[in-house]
C-alpha cells in the first residue's frame, strides 16, 4: 500500500470535527507569480525585517542568564539521604557576560544557547525544534523501531515527534483527534482516570477490556486479557448493542494502577488483534524506562574492569531488558500506534514536557489542533531538559574519568541510577510488607511484584475471608470504602481498586486492591513505617468489616 | 440579587456541553462518618505518609539549583544597544550548597524557593498557589477594582485568579466554556484570528461588530462603533437571521491590529450595551501595561527631587494614566467581565504564562476545564516569573538607594522602562515614516499613532487614489495582495489588514492598511531602514498596481 493509500485509510478514524480545526494562516504569505518568486528567491531571508508579529526584541527581556547545577549522583544505599560527594555540573543559558558568578574555571559546559531562544515564541507550536531532534535522537539511542531489522529502518522514515506540555495534555490532544459521538474507544478495565474525562468531552464512548490479575513475571502470561479482547471485538454487538464499533484502544504497557507489564511478547499478542480488527493502539508509558531489576546495577564479573567497560556493561544488560518489553512502535508495520512519552516520573513532573511519536499522518492532525487549542509550551521546561540531558554526558564522563562517550550516554546512566533508586525503595516496601503480620502469619493480602515503574498493588485476600463482598459492585464498594477509612486512619494516603476502575459493574470483583506508590515517601524510615501501618490497617480492616466490631458505618 | 441567583442567571452562558466536562476525583477520600471525622482530624498531616500518588521525592531531580541574573535596566536613548552598566540581580532557586559558584556576598537575594516546588507537580492544575498570589496583589497594585470606591471594594471578593499557560490557552478554554452551536461570540472586525479557530472547534456561531478607524485621541471617538453595536443587538435577527443571538463579545481593548485604544469612557459605552443585551465580556488585554507616551519618563519638574521622589512622581503619573483606559473590571457591576492578561509582550512569550481573572462562577468552570484537558502549567516559568518580579523590588531599592519601597514598586519601573523602549522604538518608526517621500510628497498613507501596545497601523490611501479597489471583496483582496508582495520584493515582513478581518465581505472597505510591529526590529537603524523601505514599497505599489507598469500578475 502506498503512503497516499495508508493515508486515505486513516482518514476514517478521525473525529468528524476534525476537518473544523482551521487555523487561517494570517501569518504567510504568497501564492505568488512566478516571476516575483524568482525576485524573493534573491533576498537574503537573514536580512528581512520583521515587522509582522508581537515578538518582543532580545533587549526587551529582563532575563539575562539562567545557571542550572545538576546531578547524575542520586546516592547509593541510603534512600533519602544524597551522598556526601555529589557530583555536579553547571551550564548556562544566554549572555555570560551577564553572569557575575562566573570564571572560565568554572565554566563546566556552556550551552550556548542563547536567551532568547529561550524567551521568544518558539520556533514551533509544537515544541523547540532543538527538544524535537533530542528526544529522536532518544528514539534512535533506544533503538523503538529494532533498526537492526532492515525493514523497520525503513518504517522508522514515516514517524514523527511532537512535544507537548505532558501526557495529559497529550491525551486530551489525541481524543480530541480520534474521537466523537460516533466512536468508541477501549481502556483497560483499571486505568488512570483523566483519560475518562477526555472522553467524555468529545461525546465519544469507551468499554472496559480485562486485565489478567494473575499474569507475573514467572508463569509468563499476558496482563491483557487476550481471549476477552478477542471476543469483544469478535462479538462487538452481543457485547455492547448500543455503542459504536471501537476504532481505538488506550493501554498503560506498565500499568497503572495494576503494575503488570506487557512483555515484547505479550505487546505482539495485543497488537495482532487490533490489526486484525482495525483498532489503533495509544500507547501511554511515563514509567517504561524505570527498570526494577537488581541484575543491571550490581557490579558482577566487573572487578577486573575499568570504571568504562563497567558502564558498557551495565548499559548494555539495561538496553537489553528494556527490549524485553519494547514500544508497540517496535512491531507497528501498519502505521497504527500512536505512542505517549512524559519526562515526568524519569526527570520531573513540575516541568510539563511529553512526547507523541506517531506516524506522520496523525502527527499532522495533531499539530492542527495544537494550533488551534493551547499552542506553545515553556520555552525555560523544553532548554532546560534539553541541557541537562546533553550535561548528564559531561557529568558522566568525569565519573568514568574518559574523554568520550557514545552520546546520550550520560541519560541512560541517570535512568539506570533513578531505576536504582526506585527499586531500592520497592525493595524495602516489599521486605517490610513481607515482614507484617498481616502477610506473614494471617495471608490477608498478596503483593504483585512490578518489573517497572513506580507503582505496587496489594490484593486483599477477600476470596476467602470477605466473599460476601464479592456479591455485588455495591458491596465491593462499600467494603474498598473502609478499607479506606482504616488506611486515612493509619495516616496513610494511597488509593482503593474501586476508584481506578472504569466501569465497576463490569470489574467490582476484581477491585479490591490497594495501589501504592513508592515515589513520594521521604526515605527508608517512611517506608518500613508505611508497610507497618498497612499491615496494621488492614488487619483491622479484615477484623472489623461486616462484625460487630466495625467501628464506622459506610458513606458513599 | 444573591449570589446564588447571579450564579443560576450565568447558567445559560455555558456550552451545553460543560456539563459533561467532569473529573472523577479517584483521588479524593470520604464521605466520613462524623465518629471517624473526628478522629482524622486529630491526626497530624505533615505525618501523612502519601502513597497515593506517582510524585517523585525531591531526590529524585537532577537540578539542585537554578540561579537567575535578571535585570531592571533597559538602557536608554539607542534602542538595541543597552547600556554599559546594566545593573542585574541574581537570585537562586533551591538548595544553595549544590551551587559551586556562590559566595555569601554574592547573595542579592534569596528566594527561598525549595526546588521540589519547581520540580514536583504544582499545587494546583490552574496555576501554583505563589503566582496566583503575585497576580492578586499585582491586581490591587493596578486597583484594577477601583478599591478607592467602597463598592468595587466589596464586589472584588467575588473574582477569581487562575494561570493558563497563555492567553492562547485562555482564549480555547473561554470559547469552550461558553460557546456551542447555539451560541454566537461577537467579534472585532479586525483581530488576532486564533480567536476563529477556537470558535469553529465548538460549533459556535460568530459575527463582526464594527472599529471606527477614524478614532484619535485628539477627537476622543469610540473605537468601537458603539452606534453599530447597539443597532445589531437590536435588530439581531434582521442582520442574521441564521445565527443564534450573541451571548459574548470578545475585544482586544488595545486593539490588535488598529492600534486603536478604548479608553475608560469609551468602555463604559460599550459596557453599557453588553449589560442591556446580557452579552459577556472578553477583554483580551496583553498590551495594557505597555503605555505610549513620553510625559510619564520625563524629568519633569524633578530636578530638586530625590531620585526615590522623582520615581513616586512618575509611578503616580504612569498609574494615572493606565486609570484612563482601566480594565472593563472596574465598571463590573453585573460580573459579566472575563479578563485575559499575558507576560508574553511585558515579560517573555516563551514563558508561557497567563492569566484570567473573572467571577468565581465562570472560574469554576474554567479550572474543572482546565482538570480535564492539560492540567498543569510549568514549575519553571512560573518561578521564575515570580522570583524576577519580587527581584525588580531589589534592584529598584538599588537604583534608588533607599532600603524601603512600595512592595512591587520594582515591577511598576519595569514596566515603565519597557514602556520607554517601545516608545523610542514607536517614534524613531513614525518620525522615519513621516519622512518618507510616500507621506510627506505623496499622501499615499497615514498612520494610526497608538497610545498604548506594540502596534502601528498604517493606511493606504486608497479612496482618493485607488477608488476601483474599494468596488469589492475579491478586488480589495487582491489590491492587498500586490501591496504583500511590494513588501516581500522590500525585504519586509508585514501583514496587510486583508488577512486580519474575520468577514471580508463585511470589512473590505476598511482592510486596506498594513500592520507592522517595533516590537522585533534589532534597533534604531533597522527601524529607520524599514521605514524608508515601507515608503518605497508603498510608493510602488501606487504607482505599479491596476496600471501598465504592474510587475506582477496577483494570485489568491
Not at 266 to 282: A, G, S
Not at 537 to 545: L, N, R, S
Amino acid at each position: 500500500m502506498t503512503i497516499e493509500q495508508k493515508h486515505h485509510q486513516f482518514q476514517q478514524y478521525l473525529s468528524r470535527k476534525d476537518s473544523k480545526r482551521y487555523l487561517p494562516a494570517f501569518w504567510e504569505h504568497g501564492p505568488f507569480p512566478e516571476n516575483l518568486n524568482k525576485k524573493l528567491n534573491l533576498l537574503d531571508p537573514k536580512k528581512q525585517i520583521l515587522l509582522s508579529s508581537g515578538v518582543p526584541n532580545k533587549e526587551l527581556f529582563s532575563i539575562k542568564n539562567i545557571s542550572v547545577n545538576h546531578t547524575l549522583d542520586l546516592g547509593h544505599e541510603n534512600v533519602g539521604i544524597p551522598g556526601d560527594h555529589v557530583l555536579t555540573n553547571t551550564f548556562h543559558i544566554g549572555d555570560e557576560s551577564f553572569s557575575k558568578h562566573m570564571s572560565t574555571k568554572d565554566k563546566d559546559y556552556n550551552s550556548n544557547v542563547p536567551i532568547e531562544s529561550v524567551f521568544e515564541y518558539a520556533d514551533q507550536t509544537y515544541g523547540l525544534s532543538s527538544t524535537i531532534e533530542l528526544f529522536n535522537k532518544l528514539v534512535t539511542k533506544f533503538n523503538y523501531f529494532r533498526e537492526d531489522i532492515l525493514d523497520n529502518n525503513q518504517r522508522k522514515i514515516n514517524y514523527e515527534t511532537i512535544i507537548t506540555s505532558g501526557t495529559s495534555a497529550s491525551c486530551f490532544y489525541l481524543t480530541q483527534m480520534l474521537l466523537d459521538e460516533n466512536k468508541t474507544i477501549l481502556i483497560e478495565e483499571f486505568t488512570y482516570p483523566v483519560i475518562i474525562a477526555n472522553v467524555n468531552m468529545t461525546d465519544g464512548h469507551y468499554a472496559p477490556f480485562n486485565l489478567n490479575m494473575h499474569a507475573t513475571e514467572e508463569n509468563g502470561q499476558n496482563p491483557i486479557d487476550v481471549e476477552y479482547l478477542n471476543t469483544l471485538l469478535s462479538n462487538w454487538d452481543s457485547f455492547y448493542p448500543n455503542k459504536p464499533y471501537p476504532t481505538c484502544l488506550y493501554t498503560i504497557p506498565v500499568q497503572n494502577p495494576t503494575g503488570l507489564v506487557q512483555s515484547s511478547e505479550h505487546r505482539q499478542e495485543v497488537y495482532d488483534i487490533c490489526k486484525k480488527f482495525n483498532v489503533l493502539i495509544i500507547e501511554d508509558d511515563p514509567y517504561g524506562n524505570i527498570l526494577l531489576t537488581d541484575e543491571v546495577n550490581k557490579v558482577k564479573d566487573n572487578e577486573d574492569k575499568s570504571p568504562y567497560n563497567a558502564f558498557v556493561n551495565q548499559k548494555n544488560d539495561y538496553l537489553k531488558k528494556l527490549e524485553s518489553a519494547a514500544s508497540y512502535l517496535s512491531i507497528d508495520t501498519e502505521g497504527i500506534v500512536l505512542r505517549c512519552e512524559s519526562v515526568s516520573k524519569v526527570f520531573a513532573p513540575g516541568l510539563r514536557v511529553g512526547v507523541i511519536i506517531a506516524n506522520k499522518f496523525f502527527i499532522d492532525r495533531l499539530k492542527n489542533i495544537i494550533e488551534c487549542t493551547t499552542r506553545e509550551i515553556s520555552g525555560p521546561s523544553m532548554t532546560m531538559f534539553n541541557e541537562c540531558c546533553y550535561g548528564m554526558d559531561v557529568l558522566l564522563k568525569r565519573q568514568l574519568q574518559v574523554d568520550n562517550i557514545d552520546r546520550l550516554d550520560g541519560w541512560i546512566q541517570w535512568l539506570m541510577n533513578l531505576s536504582h533508586r526506585y527499586k531500592l525503595r520497592q525493595d524495602i516496601l516489599l521486605s517490610s510488607l513481607y515482614n507484617t503480620k498481616a502477610y506473614k502469619d494471617k495471608k490477608l493480602f498478596e503483593c504483585i511484584e512490578p518489573k517497572f515503574g513506580m507503582f505496587l498493588c496489594i490484593k486483599l485476600n477477600l476470596e476467602t475471608l470477605k466473599p460476601q463482598v464479592l456479591e455485588s459492585s455495591l458491596s465491593m464498594q462499600k467494603c474498598m470504602q473502609y478499607m479506606d477509612y482504616k488506611l486515612l486512619e493509619h495516616n496513610l494516603s494511597a488509593i482503593v481498586g474501586t476508584k481506578l476502575s472504569i466501569d465497576l459493574d463490569h470489574s467490582y470483583k476484581k477491585s479490591g486492591f490497594i495501589r501504592v506508590t513508592v515515589a513520594q515517601a521521604t526515605g527508608k524510615e517512611q517506608l518500613q513505617l508505611a508497610a507497618h501501618e498497612l499491615g496494621k490497617a488492614i488487619e483491622e480492616f479484615f477484623d472489623e468489616y461486616l462484625t460487630p466490631s466495625q467501628e464506622y458505618e459506610v458513606l458513599l
